[in-house]
């Protein structure tokens, strides 16, 4: 009984997501920002445990806010993963693909503030070294066929690893659609 109230699936999907995005960002994190592989980790866990708290918090605090209909649909499949097929549901997709863009790009601004927040705190807790002071380095114009991602190499290095961990994920969550109706047909 308890097993059909409590959303154990849920979670273990969950966990396993997380731990895909923490491979994968790290990796890309580590390949794009020369950084070791133990740092990059610790990076990738940090944005990725970040973000799924603040996603699970606008989800509890929006599902309130919507609908009947569509909060009992959000729930029932986020939660128990059963998707009305209803005809006026299926309206919903517009709304689900506009829903979907917002959340890639929330998550990115999160991820990427978030390492901001993480390096100023690790840059403070750092003692002070007897380094000689350079520079910053200026905008010099166009430099190359990407401009702005290129020029800042985090935001480009957030943003692919986003991208990756997105499009794998999507992937995974696709090809367990496509073997539920297989099962279930």
């Not at 939660?79 to 990115?108: Q, R, S, Y």
Request: charged residues 15%; glycine residues 4%; positive net charge.
């Amino acid at each position: 009984m308890v097993f059909e109230i409590l959303p154990l699936r849920a979670v273990v999907f969950q966990a396993l997501f997380l731990l895909i995005a923490i491979a994968l960002e790290a990796l890309v994190l580590y390949r794009t920002l020369s950084l070791d592989y133990k740092t990059s980790m610790q990076y990738a866990i940090s944005v990725n445990l970040l973000s799924t708290f603040v996603g699970w918090l606008c989800f509890f605090i929006s599902q309130p806010l919507l609908p009947v209909t569509w909060r009992m649909q959000l729930i029932s499949f986020i939660f128990f993963e059963h998707f009305n097929t209803d005809p006026l549901l299926l309206n919903v997709a517009p709304v689900l693909v506009v829903f979907t863009l917002g959340m890639f790009l929330g998550t990115f601004l999160i991820k990427l503030k978030g390492l901001d927040l993480l390096e100023l705190l690790l840059e403070k807790n750092q003692k002070p070294t007897n380094a000689i002071e350079t520079k910053p380095v200026r905008f010099r114009g166009r430099q190359g066929p990407l401009i702005g991602f290129r020029s800042n190499s985090r935001v480009y290095a957030v943003l692919v690893a986003n991208a990756v961990s997105f499009s794998v994920i999507l992937l995974l969550l696709f090809l367990r659609l496509i073997e539920q109706s297989y099962i279930s047909h």
